[in-house]
């Protein structure tokens, strides 16, 4: 985890199949960057989120890079997640909970 960019989080806490109430809203925030991004790179906030103990993996995408999103898994349990945008990575840890 480098700091690059924070999650924050509009529905605590995150979970599994909600049918009523706040979706799995995440806001991603970056850090401006100092030099400007790589042209070549894609504006995409892309997550690669493994289970942590398991190999499941799954990807998602926030199109237009860090911004609003509603990111949901398919499993509970604490997903790690590797975050890609405009040359730039980070990674953290999000948990999700049974309904």
Known sequence: MKGEI???LFGHPLALGRD???TNKILWVAKPAATSPDPASPAT????ATLDG???RVTREVAGG???SV???PRAG????ELHWSGHTDTMDLVYAET
């Open 66 to 68: 860090p911004g609003p």
């Open 6 to 8: 924070v999650a924050v």
């Open 71 to 73: 990111i949901d898994m």
């Open 54 to 56: 398991t190999d499941t």
């Open 20 to 22: 009523e109430g706040p």
């Open 78 to 81: 604490c997903w790690h997640l």
């Open 45 to 48: 906030l892309a997550i690669t």
